[in-house]
């Protein structure tokens, strides 16, 4: 057996390590994947560790100065690390950087440079993948459950495709008030239909989930 | 002591290689294999001895199961025919292939390949094609050991190896409320009898000096002592034992303070315990503790881990392997002292187990000079040996 690789995960949730996770399976690669952020363990105030969740613990983790003096060291032991937050983000107030879609890729590539920005970078440091599916993983999450649904088509310019999987099952994803609740549970029993979408439907349907499985392949493998 | 250790297909260690120090911890997700790494180096242990069946297993701390659970069985990947052990002191090794016949009835262990060989020359070598001459369910490695001389470096590793215990202590057998069944010495793997190796501990020439240090980690007492049953205010409802661990709470009056193990917080007992291990002369010179944190509040598990290692490299020969899971007790190790060695355990991605050591280099030492203390940095996932939940 090759030595497994060390890859680190800063993401918004945890079903998005696990996506991400199904990748790194579906390359054949052996690895150690850690999800660092966000660490899931709430505060008093619920908020999930020490930068919160979501893309604005993502952000807080990026900017914080400790990780930004730090990043090379932190990750000299490790092969990569994968920073992912969702094309969606675009269309927040403080963001603000969506644009028109289709294409998917002009509104990522404007996210990815926020991403970048946030790690006080020109480029991309080295070890560093991003990972911006658009407009959320769970795009990627459909197109490998579901590959033959008609609903693929522009999958990458819809805005929730949470709600897509809504009411299909497995059940990954349930609607609660004003947000989607995913069962890490159930996500963890669709391993191997991810990584298998992953290695097909994934990447054919999905443009950003073909352009982080190569950059993940040359970071990793 | 034993400085290379390799195991080859045995539950879910493929293949996992470790260059060990005197004090070794090993910190990771639950699952991710750390109880299997000890029990694998007490397969070894019982294959040293010369036989490998459920009791000499058990005997090691060795969870007992079906033998065709101990090989490696990863999907997509062939059974390993053998379960391969190897390890190595400075000048000497041990090297050992076990397989098990599928038979229900067939409890022993049976040797495929074993080498034993010191600085100098091989003095064990056999392989399959010895079956016809070896019984191949005994070792032959023990049988030669009466021939070598105790100062043979071969033999001392042999004699390391099958001396190697794993403890898994519990507070019911700490307080002697269940008999711990294990004849093991200076205390019970579980525990037990911790009162009478307490109090080879007290009435050594170091005595004082060690009640001392055990006092100041368990700040309630004034003072501890072993006691015969009658002396230790014991309930009518506990087990009558030889002799009890009795504490003087320094808060209550005369006459209402003493407190028996039965009675004290567990936490104190937990200490007794490990300073047993480290110090008692008549502990292995190799043993594993699992969990060594186990109930122990965080500043007391840092405390004792640190106090632990004094201990443990204050005596010449002593070896540990410790697996925890309280962080902060990582925060006081002296890791920059090469003895001291910690390993993150992990699983990937297909499930085998991965051990690392955890390096002090500048990396790790910029990460302190910023306040980031060992204990912050493997809980934020930067050292490794971490769940994903």
Redesign the interface.
């Known amino acids: 057996?090759s030595e497994?690789v060390?890859i680190?995960v800063v993401c918004e949730g945890?079903t998005d390590?696990?996506v991400i996770?199904s990748a790194?399976?579906a390359l054949g690669?052996?690895?150690?994947?850690?999800?660092?952020q966000p660490?899931?363990n709430s505060n008093l105030l619920g908020t999930l560790g020490?930068f919160g969740g979501g893309w604005k613990g993502v952000r807080a983790w990026c900017q914080s100065p400790?990780i930004r003096?730090?990043l090379h060291?932190?990750l000299?032991?490790a092969r990569a690390l994968v920073i992912h937050v969702d094309a969606d983000i675009a269309h927040d107030k403080e963001l603000s950087c969506a644009k028109p879609c289709p294409p998917a890729r002009d509104t990522t590539d404007a996210v990815r440079a926020v991403v970048t920005g946030w790690l006080g970078a020109a480029t991309v440091p080295p070890k560093v993948v991003l990972c911006v599916p658009a407009m959320a993983t769970e795009a990627w999450v459909f197109c490998a459950l579901f590959p033959e649904d008609k609903l693929t088509a522009g999958i990458e310019c819809r805005k929730q495709p949470a709600a897509l999987l809504v009411p299909r099952k497995p059940r990954l994803v349930a609607k609660k008030k004003d947000r989607y609740a995913k069962d890490t549970v159930a996500y963890e029993a669709a391993r191997e239909t991810l990584k298998a979408g992953w290695r097909t439907s994934v990447p054919r349907l999905c443009g950003e989930g073909a352009r982080f499985l190569a950059e993940l392949r040359a970071a990793i493998t | 002591m034993i400085k290379r250790f390799t195991v080859t297909g045995f539950k879910s260690l493929?293949?996992v290689h470790l260059e060990l120090g005197r004090v070794n911890v090993f910190v990771g997700a639950n699952g991710s294999g750390k109880s299997n790494l000890l029990e694998a180096l007490g397969v070894l242990g019982s294959a040293a001895r010369g036989r490998v069946d459920d009791e000499s297993l058990q005997r090691r701390g060795v969870r007992p199961g079906l033998p065709d659970r101990y090989r490696t069985a990863f999907t997509q990947a062939q059974l390993a025919a053998t379960i391969q052990f190897k390890a190595s002191s400075h000048e000497a090794s041990y090297d050992v292939g076990l397989y098990h016949r599928s038979e229900p009835d067939e409890p022993t262990w049976r040797y495929s390949t074993e080498k034993l060989t010191d600085k100098t020359k091989k003095i064990v070598g056999r392989s399959p094609a010895s079956l016809k001459k070896l019984d191949p369910a005994a070792g032959y490695a023990a049988l030669k050991l009466v021939e070598l001389d105790s100062s043979n470096a071969a033999s001392q590793l042999l004699h390391r190896l099958e001396g190697y215990r794993i403890f898994s202590p519990t507070t019911p057998h700490l307080r002697g409320l269940v008999p711990d069944e294990s004849k093991s010495r200076p205390v019970g793997l579980s525990g037990g009898h911790l009162a009478e190796a307490v109090q080879d501990l007290l009435a050594g020439t170091s005595g004082a000096a060690l009640k001392r240090e055990l006092l100041q980690l368990v700040e309630w007492a004034a003072d501890v002592d072993v006691a015969p049953p009658e002396e230790a205010n014991l309930s009518r409802s506990v087990p009558s034992p030889r002799s009890v661990v009795r504490f003087t709470d320094r808060f209550m009056a005369d006459a209402h303070n003493h407190l028996s193990a039965y009675d004290a917080s567990e936490g104190a007992l937990y200490v007794m315990f490990a300073a047993v291990l480290a110090l008692h002369p008549a502990a292995p010179r190799t043993l594993a503790i699992d969990n060594v944190d186990h109930a122990l509040n965080p500043r007391l598990a840092r405390a004792l881990l640190s106090r632990f290692c004094g201990w443990v490299l204050s005596r010449p020969d002593t070896q540990v392997l410790l697996t925890a899971h309280n962080p902060v007790a990582l925060d006081e190790l002296p890791l920059t002292n090469d003895s001291v060695r910690l390993f993150t355990v992990?699983?990937?991605?297909?499930g085998?187990t991965?051990v690392?050591r955890v390096r002090i280099?500048?990396?790790i030492l910029?990460?302190a000079q910023?306040g980031?203390t060992l204990s912050r940095m493997w809980?934020?996932?930067?050292i490794?040996g971490?769940p994903?939940?």
């Open positions: 057996m497994a060390d680190r945890p390590t696990l996770r790194v399976e690669v052996e690895a150690v994947v850690t999800q660092i660490e899931n020490e400790f003096e730090f060291v932190t000299a032991n | 493929e293949r992990d699983r990937t991605t297909s085998r991965k690392e280099d500048e990396r910029a990460l910023q980031l809980v934020m996932g930067l490794g971490v994903n939940v």
